[in-house]
């Protein structure tokens, strides 16, 4: 699957259809969330009954993690599995929000299919202030609070009134708890970067009116469901593990967010574990870590997505030339005898393929043909041979 191209949605409705034994509950989906990263607004992996080709971008994981979220949230809320009226919901959902803006042009290349618009709005929930500039070089802001959207779906599936309140109020409460965490420690610079991440991905609340003088803290008891309160409780933990260190100043704040929250101190240690052990495992890949200047890291964006591009086309390229040498082998076969239904089928999709490929390898052997080929995806789906397109169901 590859959701950079056209038609992933539908690829991921044919998959999560084949496969039952995901997540048993909402607990489950959860700690699976949280160890990718995803609670945490760090995209590092993705569930691992969703097969890949390739190695996927920091957006790509959000992409696939937030739509899993809402799949299995609607599944439990519901107890419905038709995929296209998932899809439906997740739309009006996010029109009655009105959030996920889709521009002129793409609704033109997304045409009247739902699942193609969603994939445009999916897309606009990733990716924070880039322009298509910014975008194809790697160099624009990933969402760090898109676990917002699964909270506010479930509200949304139980046909809750106020919608966007409670939205506004989930943020405001969020980004007060990272606030009062990282004053009641040591700051440095990461944990700015921390915040201006946090302070990006707001979408309800206007940072510059929010007030940061704790009476937040007088809502917590009542008015949140058992998820909201995870959620608030891991954001701080990951505020204050930043610096893999944990002082008594830091210590009484959190225990005190989780008598608010009516947690014992054993579920608050068990919340700091967890924050601590997937730090413990990526601390390499975490982003905002990275000490880059603008400038280095921009240019490592570009490079890495230059890279990408280069990398997927060519192995795509490779796969159609040897899906070529099964060709001629047919053909050999077919001198000598007659050849099955599915056989004749087969090579017919081939040659067809081959035919296809002359306009594909064209584009390829351009100057900036690597940078070019997905935008042919994306603009003539069918100009490509079957080995360029990652999401077809066969």
């Not at 191209?5 to 999560?16: A, D, M, P, R, T």
């Not at 949140?224 to 210590?251: R, V």
């Not at 690597?370 to 079957?386: M, N, T």
């Amino acid at each position: 699957m590859n959701p950079s191209s056209s038609g992933w949605i539908n690829k991921f409705g044919h998959l999560v259809k084949n496969d039952r034994s995901c997540f048993k509950d909402f607990d489950a989906l959860y700690t699976e969330l949280r160890r990718n990263g995803f609670i945490y607004g760090i995209h590092l992996y993705i569930p691992e009954f969703i097969p890949t080709t390739h190695s996927l971008t920091e957006d790509e994981i959000a992409k696939i993690n937030l739509l899993t979220a809402l799949y299995f949230t609607y599944r439990f809320e519901t107890n419905q599995t038709d995929f296209e009226t998932f899809v439906s919901t997740v739309f009006n959902y996010y029109q009655s929000l009105d959030v996920g803006k889709i521009s002129f042009l793409n609704k033109i290349l997304a045409g009247k299919r739902t699942e193609n618009q969603l994939e445009k709005l999916l897309d606009s929930r990733i990716y924070l202030g880039g322009n298509a500039f910014n975008r194809a070089f790697g160099n624009s802001i990933t969402n760090s609070l898109l676990y917002v959207d699964i909270l506010i779906f479930k509200v949304y599936l139980k046909n809750q009134d106020l919608l966007r309140e409670h939205a506004q109020l989930l943020e405001y409460v969020t980004m007060n708890i990272a606030y009062h965490a990282l004053n009641s420690k040591e700051s440095d610079e990461k944990d700015g970067r921390l915040m201006h991440l946090l302070a990006s991905s707001l979408t309800y609340v206007d940072l510059n009116s929010t007030n940061f003088d704790g009476t937040y803290r007088d809502l917590l008891q009542h008015n949140f469901t058992q998820e909201e309160k995870n959620y608030f409780m891991d954001m701080a933990c990951l505020t204050i593990w930043e610096d893999k260190s944990l002082n008594y100043t830091e210590s009484d704040y959190i225990l005190g967010l989780g008598t608010d929250l009516n947690w014992t101190e054993k579920q608050v240690e068990i919340a700091l574990k967890n924050v601590q052990d997937f730090f413990e495992k990526n601390k390499d890949q975490v982003a905002y870590l990275s000490d880059k200047n603008l400038a280095s890291q921009f240019y490592d964006g570009m490079s890495k997505n230059v890279s990408k591009l280069i990398l997927r086309n060519s192995k795509r390229l490779k796969k159609e030339l040897t899906e070529s040498k099964e060709l001629m082998g047919l053909l050999s076969q077919a001198a000598v005898r007659e050849l099955s239904h599915d056989e004749k089928k087969k090579m017919q999709n081939q040659l067809l393929d081959i035919f296809k490929s002359v306009p594909s390898l064209a584009i390829f052997m351009l100057p900036g043909g690597a940078v070019l080929l997905p935008i042919f995806i994306k603009l003539i789906p069918k100009l490509l041979p079957s080995a360029f397109d990652d999401n077809r169901i066969d």
